[in-house]
């Protein structure tokens, strides 16, 4: 079965390094909380909202080991009035025999506000 995973993150300007960083600890929490191994790993799709082009949040991703492989791709949150600025969503998409409501779905820093009903 292919599941979902999603992930969001939040910096506090447009920068590189704190996108790379955050973008990096975010999708090594994913990995963790999910036992997740890059052979079993679909996609990985990564998306900003329009405050944030410093950096691909793809890169720190296609960094880790045994990742060089996994397709990733990055795009433009669309531009929702009041949205949450400066976030980082992650969608990956992986082959599991978890169900549904196994999957631990993963928010840090401000991103939390996003999802507060699947905070574990």
């Known amino acids: 079965m292919i599941r979902g995973v999603r992930g969001a993150t939040t910096v ?12 990096r600890e ?3 929490a994913m990995i963790k909380e999910n036992n997740i191994s ?13 405050d944030l082009n410093a950096a691909f949040p793809a890169k720190p991703i296609r960094e880790l080991s045994g990742w060089e492989y996994v397709p990733v791709m990055c795009m433009q949150e669309i ?9 980082i969503r992650i969608m990956m998409t992986i082959n599991t ?7 631990i779905h993963v928010y840090q820093h401000q991103a939390k506000k996003l999802r507060p009903d699947l905070l574990k």
């Open 38 to 50: 890059a052979d079993d790993v679909a996609s990985v799709f990564v998306s900003v909202t329009q």
């Open 79 to 87: 531009d929702v009035p009041n949205g949450l600025p400066y976030c």
């Open 97 to 103: 025999s978890l169900k549904q409501e196994e999957i």
């Open 26 to 28: 975010l999708t090594q």
């Open 12 to 23: 506090s300007s447009n920068n590189e390094s704190e996108i790379i960083s955050h973008t």
